[in-house]
């Protein structure tokens, strides 16, 4: 559920490269932002194993990310962008038509409030809670593990996913009434849930209702079934 109107040629913009784990939750913030610009088209995905610890090798690290996560993007002139809202950011401003972070200084200050509680208060908590209360990436990966932390930020997760619910019961979007970077972060986190398998609560009645309207955006439902462009 595109906006459907291109203000530019796709075709015109520079060629990008993604690093990213198809069916990682933090790397799905990024994939349905560049659906939702429609621009797929400029991007090669590189998928790096989370699974086989390959964000973590020396030679990532050194010359890709040094933080060791995923996304991240590399631009045609070698420049690397980190950070899934710092990615959205860049993207958003291709166009010169900003969608995702905003187009007056009020939604731009509410999206970015919002998403950054989405990702204090349920994404971010959830995977403290995935690397440290479960088996996470495995024991080669997961080197140092504090359970009851993690079990103490899965209890966040949960208390993040009423704030919203309270915040959905009375607005379309989690920053208002336009589809925003917000709702992605919320998004990647209900995504991360599912992978850990901790349940939206049924009371949260709101929140369920708003993920099934997203899941019908084409940007959720084929994050990771995107094409990859050849070459």
């Known amino acids: 559920m595109n906006s459907g109107i291109l203000t530019f040629d796709a075709t015109k913009l520079p060629r990008m490269k993604i690093y990213d784990f198809p069916r990682g939750p933090y790397p799905a913030r990024v994939r349905i932002a560049l659906a939702e610009k429609n621009l797929q088209s400029c991007v090669q995905f590189e998928m790096v194993d989370l699974y086989k610890g390959e964000h973590k090798k020396p030679a990532f690290v050194a010359t890709k990310n040094y933080s060791g996560t995923l996304p991240v993007l590399e631009l045609d002139d070698g420049t690397l962008i980190a950070e899934c809202t710092a990615i959205t950011e860049y993207l958003d401003a291709l166009d010169g038509a900003p969608t995702l972070t905003g187009r007056t200084p009020r939604e731009k200050g509410l999206i970015h409030m919002m998403s950054k509680r989405a990702e204090l208060e349920f994404l971010d908590a959830i995977s403290v809670y995935f690397h440290h209360a479960t088996p996470g990436l495995g024991p080669n990966i997961e080197v140092y593990q504090n359970a009851e932390w993690g079990l103490r930020q899965r209890d966040k997760a949960v208390r993040g996913m009423h704030y919203f619910d309270a915040v959905l019961r009375t607005q379309k979007f989690v920053a208002g009434e336009i589809f925003s970077m ?21 009371e949260c009645e709101a929140l369920q209702a708003w993920y099934a309207r997203m899941q019908e955006r084409p940007s959720v439902k084929n994050r990771v079934t995107m094409s990859e462009p050849a070459g």
């Open 182 to 202: 917000a709702d992605i972060t919320v998004i990647g986190g209900l995504i991360f849930a599912e992978i850990v398998k901790l349940p939206v609560p049924a």
